[in-house]
């Protein structure tokens, strides 16, 4: 995995957690690496255990020249759609790195809207050790939310699926109805208030 340099600055990775939930929000974060601080054990979120996570979490928040976390609510997930929505938390984290980044480097092929040069990694959470680092605190930050979520709303089994949709959380659905924090622009969901 690399480390590339912004040319004269300070590069940030970008990546986010939950585009594919039915509930929930989309959280991106932003994070610089330290070269002379590193983090061993990097990786895409997805391929690490919840406890290995959780203790990356903690090195990369107190490593980090600077990280943040951005995101976008079920709101503006449903107004502007789930792309949109995704790169404008990408930005929202950025924006708020202090020091702030001078190239960025997204996962995907698709960029937000930044002042700085920005690229896209496709499979960036695997190649890039800021990106994946940025793979990591986003989705601690949203699983932590989840969980918290599951006592607001029990029942639905949140702190288990974080809002994906498995087949328990479906049956949750029909048979104790949406939520505030459903998507209501998802099909399973726009499905049963259809129905409703």
């Known amino acids: 995995m690399q480390l590339p340099d912004a040319p004269g600055g300070l590069l940030a990775g970008v990546d986010e957690a939950g585009r594919g939930p039915l509930a929930g929000p989309v ?8 070269p002379d601080n590193p983090v061993d054990g990097l990786r895409d979120s997805k391929q690490l255990t919840q406890r290995r996570r959780e203790c990356l979490y903690e ?5 980090a020249i600077a990280w943040a976390t951005g995101r ?3 709101e503006e997930i449903d107004r502007i759609n789930i792309l949109q929505a995704t790169l404008q938390a990408m930005r929202r984290a950025v924006e708020q790195l202090e020091p702030a980044a001078t190239h960025v480097l997204v996962d995907g092929n698709q960029c937000p ?3 700085c040069p920005v690229e896209a990694v496709v499979k960036g959470d695997s ?3 800021a990106i994946s680092a940025a ?3 986003a989705k601690v930050t949203r699983d932590r939310e989840m969980i918290e979520m599951d006592g607001r709303y029990p ?3 949140l702190a288990g699926h974080k809002g994906y949709p498995s087949a328990a959380h479906l049956e949750a659905l029909q048979r104790l109805g949406v939520t505030p924090i459903h998507r209501r622009s998802y099909a399973p ?4 208030l259809d129905e409703g």
């Open 72 to 74: 976008a609510d079920v």
């Open 135 to 137: 793979s990591i605190i």
């Open 155 to 157: 029942g639905y089994g």
């Open 189 to 192: 969901v726009r499905r049963l």
């Open 27 to 34: 959280v991106a974060a932003a994070v610089i690496l330290d």
């Open 113 to 115: 809207p930044l002042v």
């Open 59 to 63: 090195e990369i928040t107190a490593r």
């Open 127 to 129: 190649k890039v050790a």
